[in-house]
């Protein structure tokens, strides 16, 4: 089919006597409609931002398919968005092209043997591949010269060639094939209140204080670290503990919810993690309550929602990811984060794909195939129903210019938003399934993808855990690098919300602005790490390597020089009384409901919650630093915005501190030598040593959990190592992105249509972190 | 029949649009005698002004030209450079050639909901309502039918639009091209008096409706009032931002235009463009003087009534010019809010404007001015 | 802490917050703080670390496959050479870029160049073999400028030169040398599986039946601390130690 379709679209541009001229205006029209189905996106958006102005192309981008011409799939296509690339791609009058960007539309890339991603190019005929991850902007304006080339040229070729040389030839010592460098226990000890002594006097008294409150509900309670609490409870417990919590501790939120398989004893482990936003005290400490039940192929168990409202969409996901069904969840009947046929994929009796080291003929994962029907089902009994009570349903997304990557059906009388309900899972790359079957240190690039805006945040939640599990010190100028970087990727971050907010308030300027300051940034974090978004340069025990002088300056004068373009992007858009009208008190969330709801980062802080992880549970040189929490009190989008922008004002302040610090010291060790082991001299650079320093990194059994603040809220990840295996026994990852759902929907009830995209902007919202 | 011809000949010999500078040209045309004939045929004033100016030919250049003004200056204002690769040298002027010619070449999708007769129709009567309010407008001294309600007449015209528009969306039957249209139909209530009030108000100051006998004065000078008001209400009655509503891309994705491909599209694209330059237009008439412009030793004389035209146009370039950069600088209203301005705070400068006309030609009148 | 809130604009406040908003359009229309790469005519230079396409040196290789293992994304895969060696190829249809495989690679056999804009036809042709890594490739450029983005204290500086950028390193940083050889810490436990000797590419481990016992012997020269026995040891009784 896909030659076919090719060609008929290079046929219509071939014949009749007008052909010259079809070709050339399709060559200099070529509109791309922006089909942002995964993290290239951000590299797409720079392509076209101010950076490289992919317009001078004369490619202009059309949010709707109907007047492109043109699609750039952006990377990852999952079950559920090969439907939408379909209808897209159908709803395209001919002649069409396409062009795939990022290695997961092509071969699958870091998700390679994911079970929810499929290759684009069986979906639609494509033109171009254009390899990255992400692909460069450069790379993508390529794509559009080849696409360029083909129609007027007739050009159809890959635009690099390479030159063979023979190999040598003189035949050596021949060996075996080795084996796979990965290592799984055959009947792992799977536990997750392991103790562990730590110098922790609080973490006494309250176990104590803990046991007399649960007499006789609990079946042990443990300090598995220092400010890690696990309270064990017999399955009908649990919720009697946690009601104790509730109103005894002010433990009032969960931040994780998650379910371990444990198939050679028959169980599952179901955990709940809470902590408390009003208890002072107990802010940086983390509960969790978990008790086994049978494992069996419907489990049901009650759900802790009544209770603890945050773990709603938490436990939805588990529903889907292992079945289990959490009796009194509104969510119960339906699939929430993946396709509808899938199966319960993070059960241990689902097998992945194994790598294969060795070159064989047979490039292409077999397993990757297309969802049985590549119809979008539409909520046709919700149309009646709503239609009933004098109410529309419309349906925005996955491909919609203001929706991102997943699906909101909004629900409205008149210009009022009666309901909203997410509908994600549009990027989820089971990146928690994959990293059961990954070495520790490929688990680092892993983790990064979920948020490319952020990635050092995502790199050090990750490494912290580990660090945290093998008690490593790290080096004091890999802290401050760390720091430094952090920092780095929380700008970056808000300048990105900032352009999406822009957008869409309709504000394509400030959109531009700010993806200039962005632009700035990454030039930074090239010249710090060698990749303009994904570095994965934060690895266990320090970073990468040291950083130059001249780089550090770079990245110091950066913190004065955006003040310049800041106050234009200020005076344009953060000023405007457009923008202010729009959003001022628009889409509250107050205190009690964000607290209620589990909002993380920001977004709490928005709401008068002052919580921030640099502060509660410091880490890095966060304490060493002269800075300050920002709260605000309005809970509107103004509030939550003007509060991050605050923030980013302190960020930056970090940033020249640290920047500054950094030039006073030494270059030296950035890599601890704990972890190195025999290859401490590398310890200033990895180079050379990667593998054998990290290729073999195991755990001591246990859960580690660790939280940091990354740009959009508390990032946690909790890690369980059976001691045994070099591979991670389960990660969960709990995303602030995943965590703010929530809150977009709850704040756009009630309010008018078109605030829906202010109060979407204004959470900062990146669907990738959120399916994971 | 030599009759009527001669007849015919003279009606056009006394309307004819004089151009001292080629007036030697045309005269020796005239000699040769067809061509003579079509020359001044072409140069009748009604007949120039509908094919040539303000007419069909200066419209085509316009939409031909006047996206990529736009699309260069907001590329300037957003730090960017905007269409060029086209032609690097001329740093992309035929950009907007390539995606004409692109969507006449583009397959035209009638999708299975839509109510196929009135989904083609509208978009080429659409296009070509737009065109009617061209037949009352005067670049200078060059007018199609000068009437002396030639300013309501524009004005019961341009209301038509909205209507038009309306259509599309009833029949694209989707749910984005729904809202879009119904809140199209929205703005124009909340648009449509304080514009007409404002346009009232200056041909209450001017003393005349034919757009033929008003003044080369600055209106807006007269009375600022109304020409914020008219500026406000055009951008409105554009969907410029800040009212960028009933198309918002990011909300309702292009509203009524949502389901359009191909030519179709196109027509309704430039479409958009028309009406900024017929109310660009007005607003020159109206506020900036027409086609008058400062005494140009030499030129203003040897140009004579091109002249005039060409001073119009410098006008209404900047007119739509400083009407599309507003979506460089404001983010949209959202519609309950463009409403309220609509009804409220437009109204009651409108009301403030018509009062400032009438109160000043008391005053002239008096002979106090 | 620190408490943000937001007053109403005032009408004064509002219209100069309009005023300036125009200012900044107005002013931007004169003088623009364009920030633009022309791409297909110009290039951005990119530091000497970035990381790009990836080439290959087999004399520096030494067949360790820890590129191929530390791959996350399994893009790379070793192939047979006629010397009987493995050497790395790598697909780009799955390459992240993360340049662990030369962070791995312990002699710098393989090294980065400045590649990253490269449109393919098809998937297959992806799939680059080791024949191919070995020579620069070439690829399609329009370029005749070099951009540089320099950042001082005010402003990102944009500084343009007709030049040719060239897209490879002259040399190869070099990695911190650690000599390391495989050493057998517990010879009793020896099962005499001679997995060690097999997985072995350079030969530098060699048995001998004396008196009915296995012995297996490690020649220290030859050995190149690749690991690969270390591995492989059924009874895990060999290590890297200093040589
Ligand atoms: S992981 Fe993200 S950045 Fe990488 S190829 Fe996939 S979509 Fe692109
Ligand atoms: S750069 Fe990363 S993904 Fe690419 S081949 Fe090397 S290790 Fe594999
Ligand atoms: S890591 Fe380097 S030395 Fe080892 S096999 Fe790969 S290319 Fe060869």
């Known amino acids: 089919m896909e030659k076919e379709e090719q060609d008929r679209n290079m046929h219509i541009l071939r014949t009749g006597v007008l052909s010259p001229v079809k070709r050339w205006s399709a060559k200099w029209s070529l509109w791309p409609c922006h089909f942002v189905t995964s993290c290239c996106g951000v590299e797409l958006a720079h392509a ?3 950076g490289f102005d992919g317009e001078r192309l004369g490619t202009l981008n059309m949010g709707i398919s109907r007047q492109a011409n043109f699609i750039i799939v952006e990377g990852t296509i999952t079950r559920k968005m090969a439907r939408a690339l379909r209808i897209v791609w159908e709803q395209m009058p001919d002649p069409k092209f396409v062009n795939v960007i990022g290695a997961c539309g092509q071969r699958g890339g870091i998700f390679w043997n994911s079970y929810n991603i499929t290759r684009p190019s069986e979906i ?18 390529r794509g559009v010269r080849a696409v360029q080339d083909k129609i007027a040229l007739g050009k159809d070729e890959t635009t690099i060639k390479f030159k063979k040389v023979a190999l040598p030839s003189e035949v050596g010592q021949g060996s075996t094939i080795p084996t796979s460098p990965k290592r799984f226990a055959p009947t792992p000890l799977v536990k997750v209140d392991i103790p562990r002594e730590v110098d922790w006097d609080f973490g006494s008294t309250t176990v104590s204080n803990l046991k007399s409150q649960l007499e006789g509900l609990y079946k042990s309670i443990t300090i598995t670290d220092k400010n890690r609490i ?8 649990l919720m009697e503990v946690a009601r104790k919590l509730s109103d005894n501790m002010g433990i009032d939120h969960t931040k994780s919810v998650n379910v371990v398989d444990v198939p050679h004893e028959q169980k599952f482990i179901l955990e709940y993690m809470a902590s408390s936003y009003s208890n002072n005290d107990l802010m940086p400490v983390i509960i969790t309550l978990f008790t086994e039940i049978e494992r069996k192929a419907e489990p049901e168990f009650p759900s802790i929602t009544p209770l603890w409202d945050s773990a709603d969409y ?12 959490y009796e009194g969840n509104a969510g119960m009947n339906a699939k929430f984060l993946l396709a509808p046929e899938t199966q319960t994929p993070l059960r241990k009796d689902f097998k992945l794909d194994e790598e294969n080291y060795v070159f064989d003929d047979s490039p292409l994962n077999p397993k990757i195939d297309l969802p049985t029907s590549l119809e979008m089902p539409a909520p046709t009994d919700l149309y009646d129903e709503a239609e009933a009570s004098d109410e529309f349903i419309i349906l925005v997304g996955p491909h919609h210019t ?8 909004l629900r409205i009388k008149g210009d009022i938003i009666v309901d909203v309900t997410p509908d994600p899972g549009y990027v989820h790359r089971s990146m928690e399934k994959i990293a059961e079957n990954r070495l520790y240190i490929q688990n680092v690039p892993l983790f990064e993808r979920a948020n490319i805006t952020d ?6 939640g990750y490494v912290h855990a580990i660090e945290k599990a093998l008690s490593i010190e790290v080096p004091e100028r890999a802290k401050y690098i760390r720091t430094m970087l952090a920092e780095l990727s929380r700008i970056g971050a808000f300048f990105y919300d900032s352009g999406i907010f822009s957008l869409f308030t309709g504000h394509s300027t400030g959109f531009m602005y700010v993806w200039a300051i962005r632009e700035m940034i990454l030039e930074a974090t090239v010249r710090l790490t060698g990749s303009r978004c994904t570095p994965s340069f934060i690895i266990p025990g320090g970073v990468r390597r040291d950083i130059s002088k001249d780089v550090l300056d770079m990245t110091g004068n950066f913190t004065t020089a955006v003040n310049k373009r800041l106050k234009k992007f200020e005076d344009i858009f953060i000023n405007n009384p457009v923008f202010i009208a729009r959003t001022k008190g628009v889409g509250v969330v107050t205190k009690q409901e964000a607290i209620k709801y589990g909002l993380v980062g920001p977004f709490l802080r928005a709401s008068g919650v002052d919580y921030d992880i640099r502060k509660v549970e410091p880490y890095e040189v966060y304490d060493k630093l002269n800075w300050e929490v920002t709260t605000g009190d309005a809970g509107d989008c103004l509030g939550r915005y003007m509060g991050r922008y605050e923030e980013i004002k302190q960020s930056l302040s970090i940033l020249k501190q640290t920047v500054d610090a950094l030039k006073r010291m030494p270059r030296g060790d950035v890599i601890s030598g704990e972890v190195l082991g025999e290859y401490k001299e590398a310890s200033e650079d990895i180079k050379g040593h990667l593998y054998h320093a990290y290729g073999n990194l195991v755990l001591p059994k246990g859960e580690w959990t660790s939280v940091i603040e990354s740009a959009r809220g508390t990032l946690l990840y909790s890690i369980i190592s059976d001691g045994d295996s070099n591979v991670p026994y389960r990660v969960r990852i709990v995303t602030p992105c995943w965590m703010n759902l929530r809150g977009i929907v709850e704040a756009s009830k009630g309010e008018r249509v078109a605030d829906f995209w202010t109060i979407y902007g204004s959470f900062g919202y990146f669907p990738p972190e959120a399916d994971r | 029949m030599q009759e009527v011809i001669n007849e015919l000949l003279e009606t056009m010999m006394s309307n004819q649009v004089s151009v001292p500078v080629i007036q030697p040209v045309i005269d020796m045309a005239a000699q040769v005698p067809m061509v003579g004939l079509g020359i001044s ?9 509908l094919l040539i100016c303000p007419g069909l030919s200066t419209l085509g250049i316009f939409l031909l030209f006047f996206p990529w003004i736009e699309r260069k200056l907001c590329g300037r204002i957003q730090w960017r450079v905007g269409p060029r690769e086209i032609v690097p040298w001329l740093g992309g002027l035929i950009q907007l050639l390539a995606d004409t010619l692109r969507f006449l070449f583009q397959e035209v999708i009638v999708h299975k909901d839509a109510h196929r007769p009135y989904f083609l129709q509208f978009a080429f009567l659409s296009f070509a309502a737009a065109l009617l309010p061209l037949l009352f407008i005067n670049a200078g001294a060059v007018i199609a039918i000068a009437s002396p309600y030639g300013v309501q007449l524009l004005l019961a015209l341009v209301c038509l639009f909205p209507l038009f528009i309306l259509g599309l969306g009833w029949a694209s039957n989707s749910r984005f091209a729904f809202i879009g249209s119904v809140r199209e139909a929205f703005m124009y209530f909340a648009y449509e008096i304080p514009f007409i009030i404002a346009v009232l108000a200056m041909v209450i100051l001017f003393g005349t409706s034919n757009p033929m006998l008003i003044p080369d004065k600055w209106g807006i000078i007269l009375n600022p009032i109304a020409a914020f008001t008219f500026f406000v209400g055009a951008a409105m009655a554009t969907s410029r931002m800040p009212f960028e509503i009933p198309e918002a891309d990011q909300e309702v994705a292009a509203g009524p235009h949502v389901e359009y491909s191909g030519i179709a599209f196109g027509l309704i694209y430039v479409m958009c463009y028309e009406k900024a330059y017929i109310l660009s237009a007005l607003m020159v008439v109206l506020f900036l003087g027409g086609g008058g412009g400062p005494y140009i030793p030499g030129l203003t004389v040897h140009l004579g009534d091109l002249m005039g035209i060409v001073w119009f146009l410098l006008k209404v370039i900047i007119v739509m010019t400083t009407m599309f950069v507003l979506r460089t600088i404001y983010p949209r209203y959202r519609l309950d809010q463009g409403l309220t301005i609509g009804w409220g705070a437009m109204i009651a400068i409108s009301l403030v404007a018509l009062a400032w006309s009438i109160v000043f030609v008391f005053l002239q009148q008096g002979g106090v001015l | 802490m620190k408490k943000v809130t937001v007053q109403d604009q005032g009408l004064v406040e509002k219209t100069k917050c309009h005023a300036a908003a125009i200012g900044v359009a107005m002013k931007e229309s004169v003088y623009p703080l364009t920030a633009t790469v022309q791409y297909p005519r110009q290039r951005k230079k990119m530091p000497d670390n970035f990381r790009g396409y990836i080439l290959f040196d087999p004399d520096k290789c030494i067949n360790c496959w820890e590129c191929a293992f530390i791959c996350p994304a399994n893009a790379i895969r070793m192939k047979e050479a006629p010397n009987k060696k493995y050497y790395p190829t790598i697909d780009y249809g799955k390459c992240i870029f993360c340049h662990f495989c030369i962070d791995s690679c312990t002699d710098s056999a393989l090294r980065t160049t400045k590649i ?56 190869v940083p070099p990695s911190v040398e650690i000599p390391v050889v495989s050493q057998c810490i517990d010879g009793a436990s020896c099962i005499g599986c001679h997995v060690c000797e097999y997985v072995c590419g350079s030969g530098a481990i060699s048995s001998s039946i004396a008196n009915g016992v296995m012995n297996m012997a490690i020649d220290t020269d030859n050995c190149t601390g690749c690991g690969l026995c270390v591995k492989e040891c059924t009874m895990q009784i060999l290590k890297l130690v200093r040589k």
Not at chain 1, 230 to 237: D, F, L, M, Q, V
Not at chain 1, 402 to 409: E, M, N
Request: with cysteine; aromatic share 10%.
């Open chain 1, 48 to 50: 076209f931002a101010s």
């Open chain 1, 124 to 141: 639609v005929p494509v033109d171009f591949f254009i390899p990255g991850c992400p692909v460069t902007p450069e790379g993508i304006l």
């Open chain 1, 230 to 237: 696990a309270i064990k409870t017999a399955p009908e417990n």
């Open chain 1, 314 to 325: 938490s436990e939805r996901e588990m529903h889907d990811f292992f079945g289990i069904k």
């Open chain 1, 402 to 409: 203001g929706s991102g990557h997943l699906r909101w059906i």
């Open chain 1, 455 to 460: 990635p050092f945040n995502m790199n050090l």
């Open chain 2, 41 to 49: 045929f072409i140069l009748w004033t009604p007949i120039f002004a």
């Open chain 3, 116 to 171: 990253h804009d490269v449109a393919y036809k098809d998937m297959d042709e992806m799939v680059t073999l080791t024949e191919e890594m070995i020579e620069p490739p070439e690829i399609v450029r329009e370029d005749t400028k070099l951009v540089e983005y320099l950042i001082d204290d005010k402003d990102l500086q944009i500084k343009k030169t007709r030049e040719v950028d060239s897209l490879f390193m002259d040399e």
